[in-house]
């Protein structure tokens, strides 16, 4: 029996260390899906969290993600457009303020980086937001499928653009 469970043990550890081995590693994909992890965690949102975490994840976490200038595709053309990192980081800080709690998550993440132009990566993932509103305590699940373009400038990879993918459905 006790070997048993020491084989077992040893089997949750190797496989802990493969999935921090294939998180950590410095590969641009795996500098890329750290990206989308910084990302999710500056704009999601704990019940309760205090006013220092919002500055803190709009001041110094959201800026360092975007490019200059990141656009956003959509449907809705008067969501669309190109935003400034402020802008960026100014429209968090206002949704953060809207909600309770919310939470940003990345499933499906596939990364490609560009062979012809090494500085250049696409992502195709499903995002998911789910929250409750500060007001009235609604919940809000919303999922969506997207593709963000990503740039790699000064040494630092960013992402430059977003688009809402249309999903054929029966």
């Known amino acids: 029996m006790k070997k048993k469970l020491i084989i ?5 550890v190797a496989a802990g260390g493969a999935g921090w081995y294939f998180w950590q590693r410095n590969t641009p994909q795996g500098i890329i899906r750290r990206k989308f992890a910084d990302l999710a965690y500056a704009a999601s949102k704990e019940s309760g969290e205090k006013s220092s975490a919002l500055i803190y994840k709009t001041q110094m976490v959201l800026p360092n993600l975007f490019a200059e200038t990141c656009g ?7 969501l669309g457009g190109d935003y400034s990192r402020e ?9 953060h303020k809207r ?4 939470a940003l998550r990345f499933f499906d993440l ?21 929250g409750i509103r ?7 699940n ?6 963000a373009t990503l740039r790699k400038i000064d040494g630092n990879w960013v992402f430059t653009n977003f688009k809402i993918r249309e999903i054929l459905r029966k």
């Open 99 to 102: 909600f309770s709690s919310a």
């Open 87 to 95: 802008e960026i980081s100014s429209k968090a800080a206002m949704a």
């Open 110 to 130: 596939e990364i490609e980086v560009s062979e012809q132009q090494p500085d250049r990566a696409k992502a195709y993932f499903t995002v998911n937001l789910d």
């Open 72 to 78: 956003l595709e959509v449907k809705e053309a008067i």
């Open 142 to 147: 919303e999922t969506r499928e997207m593709e």
């Open 8 to 12: 077992l043990i040893l089997v949750i």
């Open 134 to 140: 500060a007001q009235g305590g609604e919940r809000v």
